[in-house]
């Protein structure tokens, strides 16, 4: 996805949380960050392409 879209920085952010009942929840944020609008659109629907659904 970076060659296809240059102008936009992809940038990734694990999380964790503690649950009541003990044990760990944990995931990842995913940022994308771009000055141009149209760049970030594409760079946005070519990342949600390549995930997978969510329930």
Do not use: C, H, N
Request: aromatic share 6%.
């Amino acid at each position: 996805m970076d060659r296809a879209t240059p102008s936009v920085s992809i940038g990734s952010y694990p999380w964790f949380e503690e649950l009541a009942g003990g044990g760990l929840s944990r995931g990842v944020a995913v940022v994308l960050r771009s000055a141009d609008g149209a760049a970030l659109a594409k760079a946005e629907q070519t990342l949600k392409s390549q995930l997978p659904a969510q329930p």
